[in-house]
């Protein structure tokens, strides 16, 4: 049972701090590209100190290894893991946001349209020419 509450406290520790990191990257405004580098380095620092996550590490790894490395972390259930492909959408990692989507597509047992309408965008953005 002790086993049990500590991963549900895990699951709720990450959901919080994907939460805060969600609502600073979408409430924010001012120069993009500034912006952009700044959120990047605020969402590594808090997710390496709060949630002992490497965002560095995980940008450079290939879809089967993010995976892995998703999966040996303590408190990514299905729904932080699409929390956390909208914080990598945001920062400009669609490819990896596409992969986490599509990785809770195939775990899921429910049918989700706005998860689907997710990817479906996310395929769109990846396959126009830049």
Known sequence: MEQRDYILREIEKIGMILQKIISRLFSKSGNASVQDNKQLEETAMDL???????????????????IRYL?????F??????????IL???????????????CRM????????????????????????
């Open 71 to 75: 999966e040996s972390q303590e408190g």
């Open 48 to 66: 390496q100190d709060l949630a002992d996550f490497h965002l560095a590490g995980f940008i450079q790894m290939d879809r089967q290894d993010a």
């Open 107 to 130: 775990k899921d047992k429910t049918y989700s349209f706005e998860r689907e309408n997710r990817i479906a965008t996310l395929q769109s953005r990846i396959k126009e020419p830049r």
């Open 77 to 86: 259930n299905l729904k932080n893991i699409e929390d956390f492909s909208l």
């Open 89 to 103: 959408e945001k920062l400009g990692f669609t490819d990896k946001a596409l992969w986490l989507l599509e990785y």
